[in-house]
Every structure is written in structure tokens, then in C-alpha cells.
């Protein structure tokens, strides 16, 4: 299941994620985007995903160099998952 954070209009999946934030299960993503390590880096796209039957925020940064970075956290705890950098 995906849920589309991006601010495109509103949808069934952006309005359950939205619920999710609101009742607390997930955080929300401003708080994610305040993290120390997302400093200078561009979001292009952010995602909230059930993967493995967790929920999880996947972003999509730039970096000052021009390189895509897509990196995965926790949706509840915010914990990092890990990344991949697109050519």
C-alpha cells in the first residue's frame, strides 16, 4: 500500500495518511524532516508505505552535489532503514 505525502491534491491514500498521522500512529513527517541528518537536502518526493507490515516513510532528498538519495524510516519511531543513491 502506498501512501503519497507529496502536497498534490487530496486522495483516499493521502487522507489515510493523514488519519494515521492524526491518531498518532505514525509521526508526522514534519517531524522526520527536522532531523539533524536531513539538513541541505532537498525532498522531491516523500512516501509513506506499508512494507513488511510496517509502516514506512520513504524519501526521496538531493543533495548539494545533484545526487538522489532515497532513504527509509520507521514511520512510527522515525528510526532510520536504510538508503540507496540513484545514479
Known amino acids: 500500500m502506498l501512501y503519497d505525502i507529496a502536497p498534490a491534491g487530496a486522495s ?49 532528498l538531493l543533495d548539494a552535489a545533484g545526487r538522489v538519495d532515497k532513504r527509509y524510516f520507521d514511520a512510527i519511531s522515525g528510526e532510520p532503514l536504510g538508503n540507496r543513491v540513484e545514479d
Request: glycine fraction near 8%; charge should be negative; hydrophobic fraction near 35%.
Open 12 to 60: 483516499d491514500d493521502h487522507d489515510e495518511a493523514r488519519e494515521l498521522r492524526d491518531s498518532g500512529e505514525v509521526m508526522p513527517l514534519s517531524g522526520l524532516l527536522a532531523r539533524p541528518e536531513l539538513d541541505g537536502l532537498r525532498v522531491l518526493e516523500a512516501d509513506l508505505e506499508r512494507k513488511h507490515g510496517r509502516m514506512v516513510y520513504e524519501l526521496e
